[in-house]
């Protein structure tokens, strides 16, 4: 019951205060998304994996 309680007042408290993260990406200035997007490339670049599947172990994990 106190979790319940909990959760419930957690989310009251923060309602309104998070925005999904495609919605926060698309709202960054055209030079961000890009400076995001080369940043992003470059670490991919040096990860040594084979399938989506672990590369999301290997980002998961670090």
């Known amino acids: ?3 319940a309680l909990g ?3 957690g989310a009251w ?3 309104g205060q ?3 993260v495609p919605q926060i990406l698309l709202e960054l200035p055209p030079a961000e ?3 995001l ?3 992003a490339i470059g670490i991919l670049r040096h ?3 084979t399938d989506v599947a672990q ?3 290997l980002v998961m994990a670090n």
Do not use: A
Request: proline fraction near 4%; hydrophobic fraction near 40%; glycine fraction near 12%.
């Open 37 to 39: 997007y080369d940043e």
């Open 7 to 9: 959760g419930l007042l």
């Open 13 to 15: 408290m923060t309602s």
């Open 55 to 57: 590369l999301i172990r």
């Open 18 to 20: 998070f925005r999904p």
């Open 47 to 49: 990860l040594d994996w």
């Open 33 to 35: 998304q890009q400076k």
């Open 1 to 3: 019951l106190g979790g």
